[in-house]
């Protein structure tokens, strides 16, 4: 019914940059709110960022001031810059979108993960 793909992910030098995009596809009657999760070998999931449909966005402290979420919604799309990488930003990055179904469903969808590697 509705889809989810990532691309963007791959292996980048400390204090490097890259951008993540997610593209939502299917019977999308509605998106709201997006975000991005994280999780490192080990740890539990963190949320690093949300936009909401009116724009509004928040950060994981670790994260402000290096990274930047925003939205394309002509295209169900939502995007995360990180720059100023760490190794501690290594994890599977995962989006996370709140979708209105045209069957009349809400619920959050998943992306499959993409992997995020930042070597010291």
């Known amino acids: 019914q509705v889809q989810l793909a990532e691309s963007g992910g791959g292996l980048v030098q400390a204090g490097g940059s890259l951008r993540l995009a997610c593209a939502a596809s299917?019977?999308?009657?509605?998106?709201?709110?997006m975000a991005w999760y994280r999780q490192a070998p080990g740890k539990h999931p963190e949320l690093v960022a949300t936009?909401?449909?009116?724009?509004?966005?928040d950060y994981t402290d670790s994260v402000k001031g290096r990274s930047t979420i925003s939205r394309d919604n002509a295209k169900n799309a939502v995007y995360l810059q990180m720059s100023s990488l760490k190794p501690e930003d290594t994890a599977f990055y995962y989006c996370?979108?709140?979708?209105?179904?045209?069957?009349?469903?809400?619920?959050?969808?998943w992306g499959q993960g993409i992997q995020v590697i930042v070597s010291s």
């Open positions: 996370v979108v709140n979708i209105l179904s045209d069957l009349g469903s809400i619920e959050d969808y």
């Open positions: 936009i909401t449909a009116g724009g509004f966005t």
């Open positions: 299917g019977r999308i009657s509605r998106v709201d709110d």
